[in-house]
């Protein structure tokens, strides 16, 4: 039913806690798919062991790949997966004992054909939810209308399952030279052609590294500029208010300035007054430099 899919570099230290979570769902109507991005830690050794003591009913598969980034990875295990939903779960994260369960019954509920993604919540362990001001009721909606119209919104991130066949339909783009893309670009594609089934009941328990990808998301933008510009261009042309869509214009020129190459602008289909947001970007850019 669900390929759990983990792709991870260098956190050998971190992967048996994810494990020993998978081993106590109180379903096992999924699998473990694992890509190695191409880690130095002995990280091969520790899922070997794994799989070599593994007695559960859920089969746990592993591949060891050349460092290419969490994005190419995901491109690659969503032509691997057997699932029929696609469940992201970092290597330093985990999962509470009923999440697959919890998803599976969500996606018996599905109310609209639309749907091609539920998501349900993320949260620390200390029990607080990541980013949630207040609960909702469940709902199907498209991504902008809960994240910009609907009272409910959350500003933090969530936890997603995806359709495997709508991921290989919209795989992430890579760049030469990239090896980091935004989810953004995927999730917001998707977005434009399906809706959401929203829940608030936790489905994963997440732990913010020093050491990952949300604390050096700028220093990644910076060296990963094209899709840093591809995601902020998209995302102003997708239904968000008037706020967003100034405040993406103002990052992509932040990114634009990250390379001496010269940037084919008509390929962003840049409206006018966006060019207004030019000198914000370039003051942020400066300060990004001097950090």
């Known amino acids: ?10 956190r050998a230290y971190s992967l048996p ?12 109507d999924f699998e473990w798919l694992v890509i ?13 062991d794994m799989i070599r003591h593994h007695k559960c009913s859920f089969p746990v598969r592993y591949y060891h790949e050349s460092n290419s980034g969490k ?45 091609g993604v539920v998501c349900g919540m993320r949260f620390y362990e200390n029990g607080i939810p990541v980013g949630a001001d207040q609960s909702f009721k469940t709902t199907e909606c498209t991504h902008f209308d809960f994240k910009y119209r609907n009272k409910a919104s959350n500003q933090g991130d969530l936890a997603e399952v995806i359709k495997t066949s709508v991921l290989k339909a919209y795989p992430f783009p890579i760049f030469p030279g990239e090896k980091f893309c935004p989810e953004a670009v995927v ?13 608030f009941k936790n489905i994963y328990y997440c732990e913010y ?15 990963n500029w094209q899709s840093a510009l591809l995601c902020y261009a ?10 967003i869509k100034a405040r993406s214009w103002i990052n992509f020129w932040r990114f634009s300035f990250c390379t001496n190459r010269k940037i084919n602008l008509a390929s962003y289909q840049i409206p006018f007054w966006a060019y207004l947001c030019k000198p914000l970007g370039l003051v942020f850019h400066l300060i990004d430099n001097k950090k």
């Open 71 to 115: 994005a190419a990875e995901i491109n690659k295990a969503a032509h691997l997966a057997k699932g029929q939903w696609f469940f992201i779960v970092d290597s330093d994260d985990w999962l509470p004992q009923d999440s697959i369960a919890t998803i599976i019954k969500e996606t018996s509920m599905i109310q609209s054909k639309d749907v």
């Open 234 to 243: 998209e995302q102003a042309h997708c239904p968000v208010p008037l706020k």
């Open 17 to 28: 806690r994810l494990y020993h979570s998978l081993i106590k769902q109180t379903t096992f």
């Open 209 to 223: 590294q020093p050491d990952g990808l949300s604390a050096h998301i700028t220093k990644l933008r910076k060296n």
């Open 36 to 48: 190695d991005d191409g880690s130095t830690d002995g990280t091969d050794a520790v899922i070997k």
């Open 187 to 199: 999730f917001n594609r998707i977005a434009l052609r399906y809706k959401t089934r929203y829940f």
């Open 1 to 10: 039913m669900i390929t759990v899919f983990t792709t991870t570099y260098n």
